[in-house]
């Protein structure tokens, strides 16, 4: 009979020692990914080309828009203008973003590793979807400091500074808006598919396909049905809230509001809440369904 031949090697693996973390650093680690992923930090020079083009956009007209202001002394965009003019921008990174950030694991296969570990499963979407809210922030948020920035450096006198500080804080409140919105809406479209192209064909249909819903309900007859056209898709849903939070700030004399809210901005806010809870339990009943399999 042969003698066996088998040799079992040492190769140096050895048992971990160390500390080991908990949730809250597995949570942490999560976000912090989520957020290097928006970006495109930490992949391929062709994940960061997008992100970063968009980032640049944004940076550009900013910087235009205080460039101008310096040399006319006059305000032409608000900061929450600002936001409302960019939103567009902001849907096509949200298309891009959102899927890189849940379809990506959904495909392949590696959330069962995840939920091996000492992790909840509400505690891997509330990452993600927290890691979202906060790149879309930076996006609308980063332009308004330099637009600040930009305004305090021409302003006359500490009491200027501090006006310029008051409006640019309402800004930065409107730019957190966007955020949680459209990641709410964003990442749970993106959680139903691990196809990343049709999870982004599906945030952008969202986003764009209701606008006519709010055109359509618009000329209807009826004015309680124009007042709440802007309900029907979240861009025109947020605007609303705006109008009735800040309105000063968003219709100036140079322009006027495109949706006329009547007496209804309250409903807007709560169908605003609504949607953002609504968004978060499904997203949340998504991943119980997926930590079951």
Known sequence: ???????????????????????????????????RTAFGLGRSVKAKIFPWLVVGIVLLVAAAVTAIRSQIGEVIMTYAQFADAMSWLVIFFVAVAAPE?????????????????????????????????????LLLGAPQLLMFLGGAFTADGMGAVWDELLD?????????????????????????????AFAAGGIVAVFLMTTPIVGILSVLP???????AGIASPPTLVQGVGLWTMRDLLVTEDNSADLDLGSFGPVYALVAVALVAGCVALLLARYKKVAAR
Do not use: C
């Open 101 to 137: 950030l849940v379809s990506r694991d959904l495909r392949s296969g590696v959330l069962p590793l995840y939920f091996s570990r000492p992790l909840p499963h509400a505690d891997y979407p509330l990452a993600k979807l927290l890691a979202l809210v906060t790149a879309l922030f």
């Open 1 to 35: 009979m042969p003698e066996p031949t088998g040799v079992i090697h040492d190769i140096g693996y050895q048992r971990y020692t160390g500390p080991r973390l908990g949730r809250r650093h597995v949570f942490g680690a999560l976000y912090l990914h989520g957020v």
């Open 168 to 196: 640019l804080l309402p800004g930065l409140l409107y730019a957190g808006l966007w955020a949680v919105v459209f990641a709410s809406v964003g990442l749970l479209i993106a959680s139903m598919t691990g196809k990343r």
């Open 222 to 228: 009826s004015q309680t049905a124009n007042q709440l």
